[in-house]
């Protein structure tokens, strides 16, 4: 080799290589781009704050009662109001926002749970099974599942854990499908050869090789599902077969202040309008996630 290459050589050696950028890294600078996406997520992160921390450190616990003071618009003593029982309402409102929150967090991770290992299944092993286990959510899907829920409220009573695990009940079928269609094409690759010509076993290929490959559809559609079940529970409550006096929940407050809305229209306003910004904003950060998780979107 000639000498004169030698600095050519050692300055291409010298020189720093560049590192890439993973795919998270890259979705999460997609993600910062998408204005919608950002405000979903930085109002998210403010209600979700002021739903754990408000209560505490408010002058009012949420039963408190002023018979006296009764229905009063928003002032100075209370900034959103009270209702006709004289509860402050902006503390009822966070104290609600603990439970719809709740709600929403736990019976989408049961129906995640529920759907990912059920479609996971379904999707690696193909054949009989799949077509059974598929068949079995097809059956699941023509049932009412408003009325079974209601009539397991109605049954077993009125408990704010039932709750979680009903609603979760119903929402896993729709996960199911998505992450069965996702397993489909990720256990054709030929990664997912390689480790099989490892000696592999099925359980750590499906939960260590296939489900991380397949977070990004799983997540975008656990934040869409939040707000789904947060809407049902809200309905369930509206109906009276929700959260139970003296908790509230969003649904609940938004309930009560239907009834009242000609005489005392702010019992509606604030409740109906933080659940509104809430469901909002999943969303907006759902199809942001969406977008930024979907690597076909990015220009770069």
């Not at 719809?100 to 479609?119: P, Q, R, W, Y």
């Amino acid at each position: 080799m000639s000498t004169s290459s030698s600095p050519t050589i050692a300055a291409l050696v010298s020189e720093p290589i560049e590192k890439g950028n993973s795919l998270w890294h890259d979705a999460w600078l997609r993600l910062r781009k998408n204005r919608l996406a950002v405000f979903g997520l930085a109002s998210l992160t403010i209600i979700a704050v002021a739903c754990v921390v408000g209560p505490w450190v408010s002058p009012y616990g949420y039963e408190e009662q002023s018979l006296q003071l009764g229905a009063s618009g928003p002032g100075m003593s209370h900034w959103l109001g009270t209702d006709t029982l004289g509860r402050d309402l902006l503390v009822r409102l966070l104290s609600g926002g603990r439970v719809s929150l709740g709600v929403g967090l736990a019976a989408t991770f049961v129906a995640l749970t529920i759907g990912v290992v059920f479609g996971a299944v379904a999707g690696f092993f193909g054949g009989k099974l799949d077509a059974v286990m598929m068949r079995t959510v097809d059956i699941m899907y023509s049932l009412p599942f408003m009325v079974f829920v209601i009539l397991l409220m109605v049954f077993f009573g009125r408990n704010i854990v039932l709750l979680f695990v009903a609603i979760g009940a119903v929402e896993w079928l729709t996960m199911a499908r998505i992450v069965r269609s996702q397993v489909m094409a990720v256990k054709r690759m030929e990664f997912i050869e390689a480790a099989r010509s490892l000696g592999f076993g099925r359980r750590r290929i499906i939960f260590r090789h296939i489900l991380p490959n397949i977070l990004g559809p799983i997540i975008v559609y656990t934040t869409l599902t939040i707000p789904g079940v947060m809407l049902l529970e809200a309905f369930l409550s509206f109906l009276g077969l929700g959260v139970q006096p003296p908790m509230s929940s969003w649904g609940v407050l938004i309930k009560d202040g239907a009834e009242k809305m000609e005489e005392y229209p702010w019992l509606l306003v604030f409740p109906g309008a933080m659940f509104s910004l809430t469901l909002f904003s999943l969303n907006f950060l759902g199809d942001g996630l969406r977008d930024a998780l979907d690597v076909r979107s990015s220009k770069d």
